[in-house]
């Protein structure tokens, strides 16, 4: 079974480990089976692009790459700090994570 990603595309993250500790950004793709995510602005690698529609001339385009997934933690809206988080159920029965430092629900 791949590896349980505990971040999901839109969550504002801070890196905290490897060649990008400290940057913080928007998680823009989740690839759980690698167990890697992409973050906006952090691991820009530049990408060779062939003449297209979108991008007529072709050329290298810059682009953020997967990072591991273990070196990104949520930042907690409620702290403005990355955090660890918990999970739990709410009355519905639907899944919430909950941030360990103040308590509240960052879903
Ligand atoms: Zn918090």
Not at 2 to 17: C, F, N, Q, S, W
Not at 29 to 50: F, L, T
Not at 72 to 84: H, I, S, T
Request: aromatic fraction near 0%.
């Amino acid at each position: 079974m791949a590896p349980k990603v505990h971040v999901k595309k839109g969550d504002i993250v801070k890196v905290v480990a490897g060649d990008n500790n400290g940057k913080t950004g928007k998680v823009l793709e989740v690839i759980p089976d690698k167990g890697r995510v992409v973050v906006e602005g952090v691991n820009i690698i530049k990408k060779h692009a062939r003449p297209s529609q979108k991008n007529p001339q072709g050329g290298i385009i810059d682009r953020p790459g997967p990072i591991a997934a273990a070196n990104v933690m949520v930042v907690c809206p409620n702290c403005d700090e990355a955090v660890r988080t918990g999970n739990v159920r709410r009355s519905d029965g639907s899944a919430a994570r909950t941030c360990k430092r103040c308590g509240k629900a960052i879903d």
